[in-house]
């Protein structure tokens, strides 16, 4: 067992976290006092000059235009651009790009991956995922209302979604669609088709608003109607009834990705609670940090932060090795594991920040809020804890139900 780092990825994170201090945790303040928006022409300079460091979306392979990591590699870049909340937009790498791009990758056929995956690639345009709908669970992924019907030479989409990530200003959907409802296996009756956001009968109905913000641009969450979007025949990724399967594809790499965010997430939130701990005067040479409730407030992020990483870094060791379907409980374990850390390390630092920890003077509140969904998307704790359990449970014998 070998846990040291290659010179390749020690210089991936060098190089990372300087570009990260000089050009993006500047942008902190205005993105926390003014929002995303005011700060998009802003961000279009900085991501020429990400451009420029040969990182740019780094997970995709350099013959389509990207910085051709492996996922261990882009795992430990993805903790470096995860201390900002603007780190993996600026390099490209931000979801749900980052997992269309790879289903594109995947599953896209040439004219697919000229017309939709390389402009993306590139930073030309934004794209969204649409599959949960309001009124269908989500954590079921095979049941859902929107239909997609041949007719001629297209398919024509109807039904309702909503939660569709940078959906405002995106120029395309990869929409998850019920194709064949009699499929005797459930899991082979939604296919994923890409729409064009321009296709008459797509309608972005408005952003959610989302604790107290309906955000902008790729920071928002949009409810989507489809009401017979016609889109031809060959827009339809990975073959029918596949969409189940591509949509397990997409997250395994995708819960790698931000789980890794997350860790970054949690250092950031580790240093900033330190610093303030050593500085902050309770009495007159009495620091924060001298209280013994704070160090352990310390130890325990510090611990559960190193833990996580290492179950991540294993878990996406597991998919190069294995593949995404092989490495199906380590993807769940992380997801649930990680989710839960970054929860706790959060809420000792605000608790660690006093008041201040609620401004927006710090990115502390910011990720409290935005990132209380990480135990939401991508499969709710309670799933992945369930697909855990079961597999363990079926190892001894006992009947499970998928
Ligand atoms: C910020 C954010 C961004 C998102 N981005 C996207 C996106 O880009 N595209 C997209 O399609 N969707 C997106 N989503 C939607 C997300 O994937 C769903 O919210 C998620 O899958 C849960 O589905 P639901 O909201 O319908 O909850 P439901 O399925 O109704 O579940 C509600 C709750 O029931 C509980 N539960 C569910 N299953 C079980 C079980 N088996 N055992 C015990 N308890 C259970 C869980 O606690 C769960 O939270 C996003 C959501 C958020 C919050």
Redesign the pocket.
């Given at each position: 067992m070998d846990f040291s780092e290659s010179p390749k990825v020690t210089s991936i994170r060098h190089l990372v976290r300087e570009f990260m201090e000089r050009e993006v945790l500047p942008l902190e303040p205005a993105l926390l006092h003014q929002g995303f928006v005011a700060l998009v022409p802003t961000l279009k300079e900085v991501r020429a000059r990400a451009r420029q460091t040969g990182l740019w979306a780094a997970h995709v392979p350099e013959e389509h235009g990207g910085g051709g990591l492996s996922l261990t590699e882009f795992a430990v870049m993805s903790e470096e651009l995860g201390r900002s909340p603007l780190g993996h937009y600026v390099f490209n790498c931000q979801?749900?790009d980052v997992g269309n791009m790879e289903i594109l990758m995947a599953f896209g056929t040439p004219e697919q991956q000229e017309r939709f995956l390389l402009p993306l690639v590139r930073g030309e345009v934004r794209s969204?995922?649409?599959?949960?709908?309001?009124e269908?669970?989500?954590?079921?992924?095979v049941w859902m209302g929107t239909t997609a019907v041949k007719d001629g030479g297209d398919w024509v989409i109807r039904g309702h979604?909503?939660?569709?990530?940078?959906?405002e200003g995106s120029a395309f959907a990869i929409c998850?669609a019920v194709t064949d409802p009699q499929a005797q296996d459930p899991y082979r009756r939604a296919s994923m088709i890409i729409v064009p956001t321009d296709t008459p009968g797509f309608e972005l109905i408005g952003n959610l608003s989302?604790m107290g913000s309906r955000g902008g641009d790729w920071a928002s969450?949009g409810e989507v109607s489809y009401h017979g979007a016609r889109v031809p025949l060959g827009n339809l990724l990975g073959g029918e009834g596949m969409g189940f399967a591509l949509a397990q594809d997409r997250l395994g790499p995708g819960r790698i990705h931000h789980c890794m965010r997350w860790v970054g997430v949690c250092e950031r939130s580790l240093d900033i609670l330190c610093r303030h701990a050593a500085t902050r005067e309770l009495a007159p040479g009495r620091p924060l940090g001298s209280k013994q409730i704070v160090q352990q407030w310390i130890a325990e992020s510090r611990a559960e932060i190193h833990a996580a990483r290492l179950m991540v870094l294993h878990a996406a060791w597991r998919i190069e090795e294995e593949g995404a379907r092989a490495a199906r409980e380590e993807i769940s374990l992380i997801k649930f594991t990680v989710a839960r850390t970054l929860e706790r390390v959060l809420d000792r630092t605000v608790q660690g920040l006093g008041g201040l920890g609620m401004t927006d003077d710090t990115p502390i509140a910011f990720w409290w809020a935005?990132e209380?969904?990480a135990?939401?998307?991508?499969?709710?704790?309670?799933?992945h804890?369930?697909v855990v359990a079961k597999r363990i449970l079926r190892s001894y014998g006992m009947k499970v139900h998928r």
């Open positions: 979801a749900p969204c995922f649409t599959m949960t709908e309001p269908f669970a989500g954590s079921n992924p979604k909503w939660f569709a990530t940078g959906a998850m989302i969450h935005h209380r969904a135990r939401l998307y991508d499969g709710a704790d309670e799933v804890l369930e």
